[in-house]
């Protein structure tokens, strides 16, 4: 392990157990003081001045200006354990911050990359009003003009329009607002704007909306009249916002949904400890309770814990995209973006029929559930939402289909399948492209299923049935304009693009077997997940499976139990928990430090 992972894992540490034990009643920052907040729809001010005090806004600040980024999976990875206490705070004083500052990352000038540092290393908030795109989400369809003045020299621009759906715009510092300014495809620009400099009589605050999910964020509208704006708030050439956005979706679109899983994560442990508590799985199960419900439990709850898995194998890979092969991430950004709130969303619905009764407590140790189960499917919201993200897939299948999944020579990506934070290269934004030049994830399953090598006999069959659906995808893409033009309006169109984004899935978690077989052992090195994983992609692409599927239904029990017992988590990363035997003390360290301030 190196330097770098041992700092992150330092980090996640610190952060959860800075938290403490979240089922513990008198914990002010525990699943009952966010229930309880939620229900008033505020934010929990306990949680927030923890996160002050650790600087979670240092995650979203590179390094060689003061902050702690190196890695956008790492910072998915420590946003994480805010998710898995609360998607309301993970968005509020999280990620809603690093989707503006991002913008001034890949163009700011080196004065406002120092502005957004300055204001986040110091606790302030940041947000971004993006432009609605004509394919996306239809959340609420407003626009900001900027129209210069003096040429748009001293003078600068004035400012008007509104924009109705804001998180924290009443509290923020500093906004990142893409405004017309002309026409076609330079019709936007970008501009950062501090909320001290605008005039009292040019900004109106709009009211907050009340929110079916994340109930603790504060979104409101701001409206701009005429509000004078100077010349060096322009973020980028002019008129090259849209092109600016499309290019930091590949960043945005990843990260946020992978930050996201947390939510998932308290989903499956509290339905793991409702069914314990009911000894329908674990030691006090029996046949007292009946087989079928004993089957479907098991069932259900490995269900789970695989479409977890194999959705955090393609979180990684789009995170880690953007470090290696910055030109292909924004399809692998896309594909997280829609595809996982549709398969978490899921799965934590089929969780809820574990729950009966309780799915509807609003206190006591089961009422998390309903809270996760409601916020998950926000997460595919916003302007890059999810029929944003198919636009963003659909029109480049065809060239894709031609030239990549099966080319002879591919892209080396074993570094996409890494879980250690060492070894990335520092991020180049302006390496980003909203085409891909190549597709190394799916070129990756058809070498697998070309050569999968002694390590890979067990899953063998499944890789190769996944490698004949490529195939067939590429068969069915060639039906597509050729050059993707027309593919929008083509209804086949969207059905290939869910089935790509299913094979995509599959290609992850067949490279992170491989990449953890070779490295050691360990859960993540044996087949049964993989295999299990394999089979649940399969069935969703409606694949014939082989008559002799292995079950591997007892050991991934076992090891959804351990976790849970254990306090471990349930991605990828096996994070120990807050009261958990590999930090024996911890818990009660940061009472007694809460207890001391």
């Known amino acids: 392990m190196g330097e770098q992972e041992q700092e992150v894992r330092r980090r996640v540490a610190e952060l959860e157990h800075g938290f403490g034990n979240p089922t513990d009643a008198d914990n002010p920052v525990g699943t009952s003081a966010f229930v309880a907040a939620d229900a008033r729809g505020k934010p929990l001010a306990a949680a927030e001045r923890l996160l002050e005090r650790y600087g979670l806004n240092a995650e979203f600040v590179p390094r060689d200006l003061g902050g702690r980024l190196t890695g956008l999976d790492t910072l998915a990875r420590v946003t994480r354990v805010v998710f898995r206490r609360d998607a309301a705070l993970g968005l509020g004083h999280g990620i809603t911050s690093f989707l503006a500052a991002v913008v001034v990352w890949a163009a700011g000038s080196p004065e406002q990359r120092r502005t957004v540092a300055r204001l986040l290393l110091t606790g302030h908030h940041l947000v971004s009003a993006y432009p609605e795109l004509a394919a996306g989400s239809s959340f609420l369809s407003n626009e900001l003009t900027a129209t210069a003045t003096a040429g748009g020299g001293p003078g600068g621009f004035r400012l008007s329009g509104r924009k109705e759906a804001l998180n924290n715009v009443e509290r923020a510092a500093a906004l990142v607002l893409f405004a017309r300014t002309g026409t076609g495809r330079d019709s936007h620009s970008a501009l950062l704007v501090e909320r001290d400099a605008l005039p009292a009589g040019g900004v109106t605050a709009l009211p907050r909306h009340r929110t079916s999910g994340i109930r603790g964020c504060q979104v409101a509208g701001i409206e701009f009249d005429d509000s004078p704006v100077p010349a060096d708030a322009l973020v980028g050439e002019p008129g090259r916002g849209l092109e600016l956005v499309l290019r930091i979706f590949s960043v945005t679109r990843g990260v946020g949904p992978s930050a996201a899983l947390g939510c998932a994560d308290t989903a499956l442990r509290t339905a793991v400890a409702c069914?314990?508590?009911?000894?329908?799985?674990?030691?006090?199960?029996?046949?007292?309770?009946?087989?079928?419900r004993l089957s479907h439990a098991r069932s259900t709850l490995t269900g789970a814990f695989v479409d977890l898995l194999l959705c955090d194998c393609l979180a990684l890979v789009a995170t880690r995209a953007v470090h290696l092969v910055p030109e292909d991430a924004g399809l692998y950004a896309a594909a997280v973006k829609y595809l996982l709130p549709q398969l978490l969303t899921d799965t934590s619905y089929e969780l809820s029929t574990l729950l009966g009764a309780d799915f509807h407590a609003r206190n006591g140790a089961y009422a998390a559930f309903r809270k996760n189960v409601r916020d998950l499917?926000?997460?595919?919201?916003?302007?890059?939402?999810?029929?944003?993200?198919?636009?963003?897939?659909?029109?480049q299948l065809p060239r894709l289909a031609r030239t990549a999944w099966f080319a002879s020579a591919a892209v080396p990506v074993d570094g996409l399948f890494r879980l250690e934070a060492d070894g990335l290269p520092p991020l180049d934004l302006g390496r980003l492209s909203p085409a891909a030049d190549g597709d190394p994830l799916a070129a990756s399953l058809a070498l697998a299923a070309d050569a999968p090598g002694p390590e890979s006999d067990r899953p063998a069959?499944?890789?190769?049935?996944?490698?004949?659906?490529?195939?067939?995808?590429?068969?069915?893409?060639?039906?597509?304009?050729?050059?993707?033009?027309s593919a929008l309006g083509d209804p086949r169109g969207h059905a290939l693009?869910?089935?790509?984004?299913?094979?995509?899935?599959?290609?992850?978690?067949?490279?992170?077997?491989?990449?953890?077989?070779?490295?050691?052992?360990?859960?993540?090195?044996?087949?049964?997940?993989?295999?299990?994983?394999?089979?649940?992609?399969?069935?969703?692409?409606?694949?014939?499976?082989?008559?002799?599927?292995?079950?591997?239904?007892?050991?991934?029990?076992?090891?959804?139990?351990?976790?849970?017992?254990?306090?471990?988590?349930?991605?990828?990363?096996?994070?120990?928990?807050?009261g958990s035997p590999g930090a024996p003390g911890a818990e009660r360290e940061a009472r007694e430090e809460r207890e001391d301030r």
């Not at 069914?275 to 079928?292: F, K, L, N, W």
């Not at 499944?462 to 050059?483: I, N, T």
């Open 275 to 292: 069914a314990v508590d009911r000894g329908v799985v674990g030691d006090a199960a029996d046949d007292v309770t009946g087989p079928q």
């Open 377 to 395: 499917p926000m997460i595919g919201l916003g302007a890059a939402g999810s029929a944003a993200c198919r636009a963003t897939v659909i029109p």
């Open 461 to 485: 069959e499944l890789v190769r049935l996944l490698a004949g659906e490529l195939a067939l995808l590429r068969d069915g893409c060639a039906g597509l304009d050729r050059d993707g033009r």
């Open 497 to 578: 693009a869910e089935r790509y984004a299913l094979i995509l899935v599959g290609a992850a978690c067949l490279g992170v077997w491989r990449h953890q077989r070779s490295a050691g052992s360990g859960f993540l090195a044996r087949p049964e997940w993989l295999e299990a994983a394999l089979t649940r992609v399969l069935r969703r692409l409606g694949t014939a499976l082989p008559k002799a599927t292995p079950d591997h239904e007892e050991p991934l029990l076992a090891e959804v139990l351990a976790r849970y017992r254990e306090h471990r988590s349930y991605d990828l990363y096996d994070t120990p928990l807050a």
